[in-house]
């Protein structure tokens, strides 16, 4: 089996594993307990934020435990636009945006906040400029991903940070789920408020997710309960999902410096293989773009119909990204970066892991080629 989903999710580490099934079965005490099994509970929780914390280089108090990406994109968005709602309602993403962060400022709209969808260009990237000009006196947050979870356009962050410098009542929110391992982000050298991470994206478990938030920034709690996670968290806490992700985190972070080359080695080797083909345009482009993503589309070829066809020489790819890829509708980032619809609809999504090999890289790259060829004699 070739594995070339990883933006998907990845394959927990077996350390990650361990560590989660140790703590599940030792240590399962419930953390807010007042006895010793749950302070032990509490101390294995505590170790895994200041873990984290150090990782990336912030306070543990900044750190936030939660469900996933999804959950901390959320929370991070209306969590900051109902704390700030009397100082204003304007609010500022880009056009490519996750659907957990697109979404979400469509509800907020529908509660009567206003939304600037800043428009990108054939690369996918935002305009710091443009951002700027789009602020108003009643802009409350920004919210731009760092690596676009579909094409792999690495977001302009820093740059944005700095606009956002000269602007200090707006509040700078950027997910960062693609990027961990692959694209370096400094939260406090560019201007980050808060910040989304997920542990299945960098080899944890499902349901595992991170939130940072800037100490001091005040964000309203999207659960009532029993005001876990310093009150902006209900819910009693995945300890051993933490301690997992803390190592994943920890483990991803130390493998990066050593294959992040190859991993470049790979994607590069995909790209110019793959564009030699007549039926193939690289959508991702060539600069500004993380190290694990290459997406392209077929003349003439249905995306899903060439997925299945793959799946049968075990080979995994997908097509848009994996919450929408069961829609058949074109890629909405592709869209957003001008291309036409029957190039949108067509789009297919390679992505790495430290894992993957020059060998796998070849291999995938013979069998697209033949599988093109197969379909397009069908399709005459």
């Given amino acids: 089996m070739i594995y070339l989903d990883n933006s998907a999710t990845t394959k927990p580490y077996k350390e990650v594993l361990d560590s989660f099934v140790t703590v599940s079965s030792e240590y399962f005490g419930n953390p807010s307990s007042l006895h010793s099994f749950g302070g032990q509970a509490e101390k294995l929780l505590s170790q895994a934020r200041e873990q984290t914390a150090k990782l990336l280089d912030v306070k543990a108090n900044e750190i936030y435990f939660t469900s996933g990406g999804t959950e901390s994109n959320n929370l991070a968005i209306k969590g900051a636009a109902y704390k700030n709602r009397n100082r204003g309602k304007h609010l500022i993403t880009s056009s490519v945006e996750h659907p957990s962060v697109r979404l979400a400022m469509e509800q907020l709209e529908e509660e009567g906040f206003e ?70 982000l400094h939260l406090h050298e560019y201007g980050i408020d808060f910040c989304s991470f997920s ?18 920034i005040g964000i309203t709690p999207l659960f009532s309960g029993g005001n876990q996670e310093r009150k902006l968290r209900s819910g009693t806490e995945n300890v051993a999902g933490a301690v997992a992700i803390a190592k994943a985190l920890r483990m991803t972070l130390a493998k990066s410096p050593d294959r992040i080359g190859a991993m470049r080695e790979i994607q590069s080797m995909l790209r110019t293989e793959l564009s030699k083909n007549e039926f193939i345009r690289i959508n991702t482009p060539a600069d500004h773009a993380a190290p694990h993503i290459i997406n392209f589309s077929l003349k003439g070829i249905k995306s899903e119909v060439f997925v299945h066809a793959l799946e049968k020489e075990k080979i995994f790819v997908s097509t848009t990204s994996a919450c929408s890829s069961k829609k058949k509708s074109a890629s ?23 894992n993957n090999t020059v060998q796998e890289a070849v291999e995938t790259i013979s069998v697209i080629e033949n599988t093109v060829k197969q379909l397009e004699r069908v399709m005459k």
Wanted: glycine fraction near 10%; charge should be negative; proline fraction near 4%.
């Fill in 115 to 184: 939304i600037t969808y800043l428009p990108v260009d054939g690369n996918g990237r935002v305009s710091a400029e443009e951002l700027e000009q789009a602020i108003r006196k009643d802009t409350i947050l920004v919210s731009i991903m760092l690596v676009n979870n579909e094409v792999g356009t690495i977001q302009p962050v820093k740059e944005i940070g700095e606009v956002l410098k000269r602007h200090s009542t707006v509040l700078f929110h950027v997910d960062a789920i693609q990027g961990v391992g692959k694209v370096p």
């Fill in 332 to 354: 909405s980032t592709l869209i957003a970066m001008g291309l036409p619809e029957e190039i949108a609809e067509s789009a297919i999504r390679l992505s790495l892991s430290f």
């Fill in 199 to 216: 542990g299945h994206k960098f080899h944890a478990l499902k349901g595992t997710g991170i939130l940072y938030v800037r100490d001091g």
